[in-house]
């Protein structure tokens, strides 16, 4: 495993499957460290993730000075809304009008969750900590985000694509989560998420390291000076420099870095 060639001024992460385990609340202890070393050497962080909430514990260990939520629909910076990108109400209706019979739809406000919710439906365990309410009662201009789960989605998908909404974003609907589509707003991408971001903190994307898994991750990956994919999806192989096997690993990869910055930084100082 080699190290980037320059320094990194900002370090930009994916959470799941990425910064943390699939569906964790936290950051892995030796990741959560080696983070630590790299503030230390004025190393800069932000999240930008699908999720649309990161983890309270999360934040904490990385300390981000951005985050991007629901795939870059929602942009933080300094902790004040910078960017938020919405459906319309024409975009909202076509895509919710879909055919696909006992599909679970979620969708997102930068509050609240909105979904179907059936007698003795059995809520899981992250949404039962957040506001949720049907999604009959989603509010229409406030929607960031849609998620389908059906085995047919990639055809939904496709579908919307092939009419007056290609200029939607959609991510999922192919491995690694063939039967998840995730929908949002134009624009509302992470490439053009970590674009805002970097210029907003005065950072050249040719000094910004990003880490991801899966594909949602391209458009980033495509527009930073440095990628490193964690895990093995072949979509985001063409664009890596570097690849560290699974998030387990991942703080190897960032101490390591913080070994050469700070290899650089006494050779400077002597």
């Known amino acids: 495993m080699s190290l980037p060639p320059h ?14 385990l699939e569906g964790s609340l936290s950051v892995p202890d030796d990741t959560s460290a080696a983070l630590k070393r ?12 699908g999720r649309d909430q990161p983890p309270p514990g999360v934040v904490q260990a990385a300390q981000p000075e951005a985050v991007a939520t629901s795939n870059g629909g929602h942009i933080e910076i300094g902790g004040k809304t910078h960017t938020e990108l919405r459906f319309s109400e024409a975009e909202l209706r076509a895509v919710l009008a879909h055919q696909m019979t006992g599909a679970r739809v979620v969708a997102f406000t930068t509050r609240a969750v909105y979904l ?7 809520v899981p365990e992250w949404l039962s900590r957040r506001e949720h309410h049907p999604l009959s009662e989603a509010p229409i201009g406030e929607i960031i985000k ?32 063939p039967e998840f589509l995730t929908v949002t707003p134009s624009g509302a991408d992470k490439g053009a998420a970590l674009s805002v971001i970097a210029q907003q903190l005065g950072i050249p994307l040719a000094q910004v390291t990003v880490f991801g898994d899966s594909d949602n ?11 490193v994919q964690v895990g093995h999806l072949p979509l985001l192989t063409p664009y890596a420099h570097e690849r560290v096997d699974r998030p387990e690993v991942l703080g190897a990869y960032l101490h390591a870095l913080a070994d050469e910055l700070e290899t650089v930084q006494a050779a400077t100082l002597g």
């Open 7 to 20: 320094r990194p001024q900002l370090l930009a992460f994916d959470l799941d499957g990425t910064l943390i």
């Open 38 to 49: 790299l503030r230390a050497l004025k190393i800069r962080t932000a999240i930008v993730t």
């Open 116 to 122: 179907d919710i059936t007698p003795g439906m059995l």
């Open 146 to 177: 849609i998620n389908f789960f059906h085995p047919d989605v990639s055809g939904w998908r496709d579908a919307l694509r092939g009419g007056d909404y290609a200029h939607l974003v959609y991510t999922g609907a192919q491995p690694p989560y």
């Open 217 to 227: 991750d391209e458009a980033m990956f495509a527009v930073a000076g440095r990628a």
